[in-house]
Each structure stands twice: as structure tokens, then as C-alpha cells.
């Protein structure tokens, strides 16, 4: 069983326009049931001034000790996505030219880790955190001063690979992955073996 979801970019100082019902590859929604795409584009308060780039702020405590397993998941996740960025691609029909590299950022995987073991935590998959919380929250709580950001979620995959070609072959996903207009990745992975979906990914995408 898996499951995709996406937020498209998330950028400073335009109107609000959501769309749901984002495309599946049918063997994915054959296993999935249906996966959510979502596009939204709003005017919001601006952050909070991010804390210092030396210490993480103590909302990242509880994901700072990590299964150096999961480390390695979430590391490979980012490979993998640079290699497609690097190769171009097409999302939904769309052909998407090759894209610079997205830099790994603490504080994004602070806020992908967070969900993550939200998700597998509670037993279920949304970009609403299980306190209400919305990504650009979690990534302003980890310290992340954006300007653009999206996230991406999924649940069932089991190895970084499967993963990330779940996400290629859902357009949101794939744009969201394939876009020019962020710079940083941060991935959180978290196992609950007595969860649903046992597997749950997170990508915080952002630039400042």
C-alpha cells in the first residue's frame, strides 16, 4: 500500500489557489487508492527572523538522534533527486530541463523529520500536521526564513528509490522536484512498523 501527496510552491505575496486530484502512474494507483496533489499559492506573514545558522531551535530536539539507517535513506533521496534534476525530465506530459542541484539544508530536514514521524507517529498522511500545522509552519518553527518552499509527502515506499519514482511519475510531485525556483532539500524518513502505511517520507523544498 502507498501513497503519494504534494504542495506546490508556497510563494510570498500572491492570491490563494488550491487544486486537488493530482495524477497517479496506474500501477501506483492501483496499490495506493487515490494519492492528493494540491497547488497552492497565497499571501502570508512573513517568518520570524530565523535563529542562529550554528544551533537548530529546540522544536528540532526530537529528531536530532536519528536511526543512522534512516540518515542514510534520506541522504540517498536527495542523491537521487540531484540525478534527476541533472538529467531534465517530463511531468505530466510537460518536458522539464535540466535544473541545478538542491543543497541539503538542516533545518528543512529538521522539518521533513518532524512530519515524518508525525505521520508514522499517528498513523496517517497529510501535509496537515496532527497539531494543525502547515509545511511552511514546520519549516519557520526549524528556522527556515523562505521565500519559496513545497513539500512533498509519501507513505509505503520502502527504499529511497522506490520512492523517489513514485514522485517522478506524479506530476506535482515531479514539478515540484523538477523546479527552478527552490534551491534546498531537507528529507525526513521514519519507520513504524505498526503503522498503516510502515514507511513515511517527507521533502521540505525552499529558497531564501
Known amino acids: 500500500m502507498k501513497r503519494l501527496s504534494s504542495v506546490l510552491s508556497f510563494v510570498l505575496g500572491a492570491t490563494l489557489s488550491v487544486g486537488c486530484g493530482g495524477e497517479m502512474d496506474p500501477g501506483l494507483e492501483q496499490e495506493a487508492?487515490?494519492?492528493?496533489?494540491s497547488s497552492t499559492t497565497a499571501a502570508a506573514e512573513t517568518p520570524a527572523s530565523a535563529p542562529s545558522a550554528l544551533a537548530l531551535p529546540a522544536y528540532c530536539n526530537g529528531v536530532l538522534n536519528w536511526n543512522p539507517a534512516w540518515t542514510a535513506f534520506e541522504?540517498?533521496?536527495l542523491k537521487l533527486v540531484n540525478q534527476q534534476r541533472a538529467a531534465g525530465a517530463?511531468?505530466?506530459?510537460?518536458a522539464k530541463p535540466k535544473v541545478p542541484a538542491l543543497t541539503f539544508d538542516e533545518r528543512l530536514r529538521c522539518a521533513a523529520r518532524v512530519h515524518s514521524t508525525d505521520m508514522g507517529t499517528n498513523n496517517f498522511m497529510s501535509h496537515t500536521g496532527s497539531d494543525g500545522s502547515t509545511p511552511w509552519q514546520r519549516m519557520t518553527n526549524a528556522g527556515y526564513v523562505w521565500r519559496s518552499a513545497a513539500e512533498n509527502v509519501a507513505a509505503g515506499y520502502a527504499t529511497?528509490?522506490?520512492?523517489?519514482?513514485g514522485w517522478m511519475k506524479s506530476t506535482g510531485h515531479c514539478n515540484n522536484i523538477m523546479g527552478s525556483g527552490v534551491k534546498h532539500l531537507g528529507v525526513g524518513y521514519y519507520y513504524a512498523p505498526s503503522s498503516t502505511y510502515k514507511h513515511y517520507w517527507t521533502q521540505s523544498f525552499g529558497a531564501q
Open 160 to 165: 529511497p528509490a522506490a520512492v523517489v519514482a
Open 33 to 37: 487508492g487515490s494519492g492528493e496533489s
Open 75 to 77: 541522504d540517498e533521496v
Open 90 to 94: 517530463t511531468c505530466g506530459g510537460v
